[in-house]
């Protein structure tokens, strides 16, 4: 599965950027969907998932502020990232696997980067 991610770049804190990440091909709706983010100096981490019903699941720091969804006629998984902070600063990979106990991602995109400026 090739993930290609778009739609980083820099705003100011408080904001909105939207992300976008193609998976073309017929296998999309067989995986859950997923965005990790590497900060500077930080572990990467998972930021939320979307399972292939549409179900989803946010990191504790994004609750109420971003939004995961898909769109399975274009092969598409979107993260809306509001009121974004500099704490939100780094690279998003998009990623595509399954869950078990956990989400496990089994593919990724080569990432885009966001800048949260102060």
């Known amino acids: 599965v090739q993930l290609q991610a778009s739609g980083g770049g820099l705003v100011q804190a408080g904001g909105s950027l939207r992300l976008s990440c193609v998976a073309p091909g017929s296998s999309f709706s067989s995986y859950v969907m997923g965005w990790h983010r590497q900060s500077p100096g930080k572990e990467r981490e998972l930021v939320a998932y979307?399972?292939?019903?549409?179900?989803?699941n946010y990191a504790d720091s994004v609750k109420g502020r971003f939004t995961i969804s898909r769109d399975g006629a274009k092969s598409t998984v979107y993260l809306q990232m509001d009121s974004l902070t500099s704490d939100d600063t780094g690279v998003y990979y998009c990623?595509?696997?399954?869950?078990?106990?956990?989400?496990?991602?089994?593919?990724w995109g080569q990432g885009t980067l966001v800048t949260v400026s102060s």
């Open positions: 979307i399972s292939t019903t549409s179900s989803t």
């Open positions: 990623n595509a696997g399954f869950v078990f106990r956990r989400y496990d991602p089994l593919f």
